[in-house]
């Protein structure tokens, strides 16, 4: 079964933005563990909005998806008043964050 982490390639590369930010570290099993915590949070959403959130990631430049995921505050709310549905934007990344 496929699970939202593959499915969506570029949910899964905010999810290593912010993983690694918070000094996740480079391990395998430390990765494998974070993975599936996140996986288990996102499964439990919307398809459709993971869709969109997805393809908004998708349309980002580097900078702008490392601001979305990890930037200070101000730039975070710039870059996230383009997403789809800010509140559902949000509201992943903070799960991603607390994985």
Partial sequence: MATPLVIF???????FEIAYDSCLGD???IQIAYLARANGFLENLPVIKLI???IWLGGLSPNDLSMACIGEEK???KVM???PDR????????LLYNA
């Avoid at 509140?87 to 903070?94: D, I, K, N, P, Q």
């Fill in 75 to 77: 730039e975070m709310q």
């Fill in 81 to 83: 008043a383009t997403a």
């Fill in 27 to 29: 391990t395998t099993e």
């Fill in 87 to 94: 509140e559902f934007a949000h509201h992943v990344l903070e």
């Fill in 52 to 54: 969109a959130m997805n």
């Fill in 9 to 15: 390639a570029n949910i899964k590369q905010a999810a």
